[in-house]
């Protein structure tokens, strides 16, 4: 009778476990032969998550519910990126059909550039703070790998531009993650003073002494506080308010400061939950305070505020809403610019989508 029990109770928990996550089946091939591509990078871009091919082309995972960008990549192959969820249908098998990189045209570029010989000599300090950041975090942040970056300036443009020969490896000792990172493009204006970069990144936790994790776990949890992953996922949650959010509509007007409250913030016009996710139907500009955290003195230095600043603030401008799934991932990320605090805040603040407040 025991045994019988005991049996029982081992199925019903094996249940909850799947009912947590969800498994992603996968083929990677050639484009014109058909042949099974081996040792494909498989990830989830900015998780932990990933693998690589077996001989026959498969892979398999099996994720925590939630949204992610899958990659797909393979040396010498356009790279493929697919968003994955636990609310779509599960397929047996995804085929993923990679088409060899036609290296010619960007050949025929290179030379008509303005590549800087001794660009990380030149540039690799200026890069580093608007890519990995200036923030306390970002001065225990390294690059291993600069070589592998390529500078590029446009006199006529007044903008450089930073590329990769493979991916970057970047070690954050403040946080405790190896980052790989698959950088697609970095450009800064020096006419607008705007930086821009997309790339995929891939956590790796790093080993070390029990003291020293016990500081990594205290420094992940203060640099959650108040980010944009907590943020979507108390929003997710409609636990703003009692999270310590506050959320303003702004004026029309591009130049003005002036906001309002907005009183109900999970209001059926604008916040739908389905069985894809959150909906959240805003549109334009909206003030983002977080008052549960003080801001980093060194962001109100270098921005030139006052020192007795209480909250963080962070202005976004949305195109047309986004949907934000259980994990705190949210699409369409393009559509949602911010800047202020979340924006101050780069790569050396960034936590992965499976990461959990403790």
Request: net charge neutral.
């Amino acid at each position: 009778m025991k045994k019988s029990v005991f049996l029982a109770c081992l199925v019903c928990f094996v249940s909850v476990l799947q009912a947590q996550n969800f498994p992603i089946l996968g083929k990677v091939v050639d484009s014109t032969s058909g042949q099974a591509l081996s040792k494909a990078s498989v990830f989830c871009q900015n998780t932990t998550f990933g693998t690589i091919t077996n001989n026959e082309g498969l892979f398999y995972m099996n994720l925590p519910n939630g949204g992610y960008d899958l990659v797909i990549s393979y040396t010498g192959y356009e790279k493929k990126l697919l968003r994955i969820s636990n609310t779509q249908p599960q397929k047996d098998t995804l085929l993923f059909v990679l088409a060899p990189q036609d290296n010619s045209m960007a050949e025929v570029a290179v030379v008509a550039s303005n590549e800087v010989a001794d660009g990380w000599n030149k540039y690799g300090k200026f890069f580093s703070d608007n890519f990995i950041g200036t923030t306390p975090n970002a001065a225990h942040c390294t690059i291993l790998n600069p070589e592998a970056l390529r500078f590029f300036y446009t006199k006529k443009r007044n903008r450089l531009r930073v590329t990769a020969k493979e991916d970057i490896t970047i070690i954050n000792n403040a946080l405790g993650y190896s980052i790989r990172y698959q950088l697609d493009s970095f450009s800064y204006d020096y006419n607008t003073k705007i930086s821009q970069f997309t790339g995929y990144p891939l956590f790796e936790e790093m080993d070390t002494t029990e003291d020293v994790k016990k500081t990594w776990v205290s420094n992940r949890a203060k640099t959650y506080l108040g980010s944009r992953l907590h943020f979507m996922r108390s929003m997710y949650d409609s636990i703003i308010t009692d999270e310590g959010f506050t959320v303003e509509k702004m004026n029309d007007d591009p130049k003005s400061t002036k906001g309002s409250n907005i009183e109900n913030l999970y209001d059926s016009s604008f916040y739908f939950v389905d069985s894809s996710g959150v909906s959240v139907g805003w549109d334009g500009r909206y003030r983002i305070g977080y008052r549960k955290v003080l801001p980093d003195k060194k962001f109100l230095q270098e921005f030139r505020l006052p020192a007795n600043a209480s909250v963080q603030v962070t202005l976004l401008d949305i195109a047309d809403g986004f949907v934000i799934e259980q994990n705190g991932y949210f699409y369409e990320q393009y559509d949602v610019i911010n800047s202020g605090y979340w924006a101050w805040k780069k790569l050396a603040e960034l936590l992965p989508y499976n990461y959990e407040y403790e």
